[in-house]
């Protein structure tokens, strides 16, 4: 039988604030245990929660992009339950009325809905020192940090498709500059809801949790290993049981955490320590204003303007950053197909080699543009602005200084590649048997012969034509 | 005399004339403790040093009492519970910060049912309160403390919490004046919480030009308090001479019914001639969703009660029972920190919001509370005040009402409804039982008039006179 798959993601977002959703304090990472806090984030008795504008704006700004509709009363709910990390054993969080609810994200051609987007404060942090088993200490510089909770609808339908969803859903966040997504701060967790049904029938199957997933890769495995356990399950006879599992990335497996049966009763109720209040729509509008062009229409656009492949446009816009990198070196040297070529090739490459972002890489766009230019004028040839570009940015001299010193410049005198191509003719009869027998590729070999006498430094397309000739006359 | 029979504008008034200083008045406010505190209980934490160190640098400074769920910065802080035992906040409330500002002198953290679950200060982990007209006679709860202290002139002035009578019933059972300001009014920014929509904190003195003075220290915005509301406040000591003139005034039927005490009836029915006899205009009106207020009130607030309490868990302060592993650490502190009562709200809170009872119980209260809101807005609508009883009995004996629950939570009855409603109310003294017990009046405004209370409440006291008898103190 064949099954498909109902797959729903609950991402936690931590928005980049200076200051906590709820109180003045910092929201430094890696700052000494308990020394960003007060009695608000600490909970302490007679303590009361305000909300931090700023983070209100940002939670609109990225329901706005998530093309949610925004709530016309704003509140709070407390969900009650005890854990030593949890300051007041409730944390304040949205749950009858979300901030917004009703979007989508569209995926690769597919429109993937957006349940709700609500605020919530985060939880403190259990420490384990290693000696003493039976002491738990309790960090609260976390307690309090603004999350922000996107739930999909559980329409994803593969673990590629959750895959990508989650890596545009980044880089939006990115394009908004809210978060800075990194999974291994914390700054980015993502739970599942998995559950598996035969194809073409209507009732969702029995909902599996998967928790502790800690990269987009980990994501796409774990539902993945989930999958194929529920369809052998299924196949051999047996019963999916609602329940929450914990991925082992070390194992390549997922686990089980608690049955349905222990699941928690939250006791949600309105928070009364928040007056609820409306957004006026003037606000909104005011936000909707300043939002950043997104991926999705950056891509058209780029398309669009500037005659690129979707798949060129779909890279360069993965990122900001390097989305506004191209239109930089574009206004400098109006060529942007070469330098999207340049940028998804050669750049790239470096960044990856580097494993750096292209703001740390330090090659300038005007830099990137002139090489480039270079290379048109043919001034220099390819394979010498290849080995320009790590100089350029190891250097951070611009291309011309860098041919100068090294003296680079391209053989294009007609006298002096007469005798190299001449010399090359001479030592090679075979291979002009052959290109003048039919054989077509035997002309390059006889250039790599011109262009490895000149060091590389022959103007390719002269070495091409003056070869041609003389074959044609001999 | 003693200068700590002093009301606190007779006392400005002779700092005025260099008459006398803030720290002549504390010690002989110490020097009243050290003769009945034993009596009567009303203080949980005294430190006469540092108050009088206090009064020396602020010689204009007002003497005041700060009831014990109010959060004093490193001075303790414990709600009469156990579970706080030890807490000492390391910051003030904002009524704290303002007192503060208007330098007040500090006399200290006065007594009350544990985290204000209450009508009687029985419940106190530091043992009951006694009143100091009757010692056999409870004082009132939950601010029993701040009540007793004013009305025993152990303090000049005295701050309290009111979530469903908590200022009005003790005062009136003391025989002192209790204002429990329009919900917003005062920051509740360190109270600690009981339940935070209905939790207001007030004033209790020894007479209503006290109470309105007490009140501009307090009144105002926080920004540290989402809830409190940022209006301007007036000067409420420049309102209290205009007179009841034209004030028209709203007696509501179901206030007199069954269960209120003959003698506490017959008072109020004379202290409504009297304001008659001034020249307010008092007609019969009807709220009639009135009988639903204790039935609403406790589910309420237990409700949010329980999630408040949650936070006493043995892990960040206060008392922690010593145990191998968290679960156990969590119950056996909540056991043996909490008293019976707080024990019994809480499970009521938490049955009331699980899921499946959620709907029958909290939304349907929230929803009753909607309707006896309506009830007031449309009586304020055409009446500038509404006047009650404040408690349906006069303070009755220690011990009585204690095992029996049910009858202690009908001592709140005419209390509660204000409080559901966040509305601004007064207790004032309105005569004596046959057996030397005070009456109390409560007088009733619409959001943000406190204005009006102190015009009708002076005028009355100025009339009559009930707030110049003192108690006899007897020793036990």
């Avoid at chain 2, 007779?10 to 504390?26: G, Q």
Wanted: proline share 5%.
């Amino acid at each position: 039988m064949k099954y498909e798959a109902n797959i729903g993601l609950e991402v936690h977002v931590q928005l980049s604030t200076k200051s906590k959703i709820f109180c003045g304090c910092s929201t430094r990472f890696g700052a000494r245990p308990n020394s960003q806090t007060c009695p608000v984030c600490l909970g302490l008795p007679g303590s009361l929660p305000v909300l931090n504008k700023e983070v209100l704006n940002r939670a609109v700004k990225v329901a706005l992009a998530l093309n949610c509709k925004i709530a016309g009363k704003l509140k709070f709910d407390r969900k009650n339950y005890f854990y030593p990390d949890l300051p007041k054993n409730y944390q304040i969080s949205q749950f009858g009325e979300p901030l917004s609810y009703q979007g989508y994200l569209e995926v690769a051609g597919r429109r993937i809905g957006i349940v709700r987007v609500h605020l919530e404060e985060d939880a403190g942090k259990l420490v384990h020192p290693e000696l003493s088993v039976k002491t738990s200490l309790v960090d609260f510089n976390r307690a309090g940090i603004p999350l922000l909770e996107i739930v999909s609808t559980p329409e994803i339908s593969s673990p590629e498709e959750a895959y990508r969803y989650l890596s545009l859903l980044k880089s939006i966040l990115g394009y908004l500059e809210i978060s800075d997504c990194n999974m291994e701060k914390g700054s980015l967790r993502c739970d599942a809801n998995v559950s598996i049904r035969p194809q073409g029938t209507a009732s969702l199957g029995a909902k599996v949790e998967i928790k502790n997933m800690n990269s987009f890769k980990g994501v796409k495995d774990a539902l993945s290993y989930e999958l194929s356990r529920q369809e052998k399950m299924l196949a051999g006879g047996e019963r999916i049981i609602q329940e929450t599992r914990l991925w082992d990335a070390a194992e390549g497996v997922t686990k089980s955490m608690r049955s349905k049966e222990e699941a928690h009763d939250y006791r949600y109720f309105p928070e009364p320590d928040l007056v609820p209040f409306v957004i006026e729509p003037a606000e909104i509008e005011a936000i909707k204003d300043q939002l950043p062009e997104l991926p999705g229409s950056k891509k058209e656009r780029f398309k669009k303007d500037y005659f690129l492949s979707d798949y060129d446009a779909g890279v360069l816009i993965s990122s900001k950053d390097l989305a506004d990198y191209f239109e930089e070196c574009v206004k400098s040297y109006n060529n942007p197909k070469q330098i999207s070529n340049w940028i998804t090739g050669e750049v790239l490459a470096q960044l990856n080699l580097r494993h750096v972002r292209i703001k740390e890489l330090g090659l300038l766009a005007s830099h990137l543009a002139e090489l480039i230019k270079m290379v048109d004028s043919e001034e220099i040839n390819i394979k010498m602005a290849k080995q320009i570009l790590p100089e350029l940015i190891e250097k951070k001299s611009s291309p011309a200084e860098i041919v100068k010193n090294r003296g680079l410049v391209q053989v294009s005198s007609k006298d002096q590649l007469a005798g190299i191509i001449d010399k090359a003719i001479e030592d090679n009869p075979g291979s002009v048997k052959d290109y003048q027998g039919g054989k077509v590729r035997a002309l390059e070999f006889l250039v790599g012969r011109v262009m490895r006498q000149t060091k590389g430094m022959a103007n390719p397309r002269m070495v091409n034509e003056i070869l041609k000739e003389r074959l044609k006359n001999s | 005399m003693g200068l700590n029979e002093l009301t606190a504008h007779e006392m400005l008034a002779k700092i005025k004339k260099k008459e006398i200083c803030s720290h002549e008045v504390v010690k002989d406010i110490f020097k009243q403790i050290e003769c009945f505190e034993k009596d009567i209980n009303a203080y949980v934490f005294l430190d006469k040093q540092a108050s009088l160190n206090q009064a020396k640098a602020r010689p204009a400074g007002i003497p005041v009492a700060v009831k014990d769920n109010i959060c004093t910065k490193g001075k303790p802080t414990t709600c009469g519970s156990k579970i706080l035992s030890g807490f000492r906040p390391p910051y003030n409330a904002g009524v704290i910060q303002k007192l503060e500002a208007s330098k007040a002198v500090f006399i200290g953290k006065t007594n009350m049912d544990e985290f204000a679950f209450g009508s009687s200060t029985e419940t106190s982990c530091f043992g009951p309160t006694r009143n100091p007209w009757n010692l056999k006679t409870i004082p009132g709860g939950s601010s029993g403390g701040s009540a007793a202290a004013v009305s025993a002139d152990q303090a000049i002035l005295a701050i309290g919490s009111d979530t469903g009578g908590s200022i009005r019933q003790p005062a009136a059972m003391c025989g002192v004046v209790g204002l429990k300001p329009t919900y917003g009014r005062v920051s509740r920014f360190g109270l600690i919480a009981f339940a935070s929509s209905l939790d207001q904190i007030g004033v209790i003195t020894k007479d209503v030009e006290d109470a309105a003075l007490l009140l501009n220290m307090i009144a105002g915005h926080d920004p540290c308090d989402s809830t409190s509301v940022d209006l301007a406040v007036p000067d409420y000591t420049q309102v209290l001479r205009a007179g009841v003139k034209g004030l028209k005034i709203g007696i509501p039927k179901e206030y007199f019914g069954r269960g209120i005490d003959r003698e506490v009836e017959d008072s109020v029915r004379n202290a409504i001639k009297k304001l008659s006899d001034l020249g307010a205009e008092c007609r019969e009106v009807s709220l009639p969703h009135t009988e639903f207020a204790v039935s609403v009130y406790y589910i309420l607030a237990p409700a949010e009660a329980s999630s408040n309490l949650a936070r006493y868990d043995g892990i960040q302060y206060g008392y922690r029972a010593k145990e191998e592993n968290l679960l156990d650490t969590y119950f056996d502190t909540r056991k043996q920190g909490f008293g019976r009562e707080v024990k019994r709200r809480v499970i009521l809170g938490t049955y009331a919001l699980s899921s499946g009872y959620y709907e029958a119980y909290y939304i349907k209260a929230q929803k009753v509370r909607t309707l006896l809101k309506k009830d007031f807005d449309k009586v304020f609508s055409r009446y500038d005040l509404i006047l009650t009883p404040t408690s349906p009995t006069p303070a009755f004996n220690i011990g009585e009402k204690i095992n029996d629950p049910l009858k202690m939570y009908l001592s709140d009855i005419l209390t509660i409804p204000v409080n559901l409603a966040g509305l601004p109310a007064v207790s004032i003294p309105c005569g004596f039982t046959a057996s030397g017990l005070p009456i109390g009046l409560q007088i009733i405004a619409k959001p943000f008039n406190e204005e009006a209370i102190f015009k009708c409440a002076y005028a009355f006291e100025q009339n009559t006179g009930y707030h110049l008898k003192k108690p006899e103190i007897e020793h036990k």
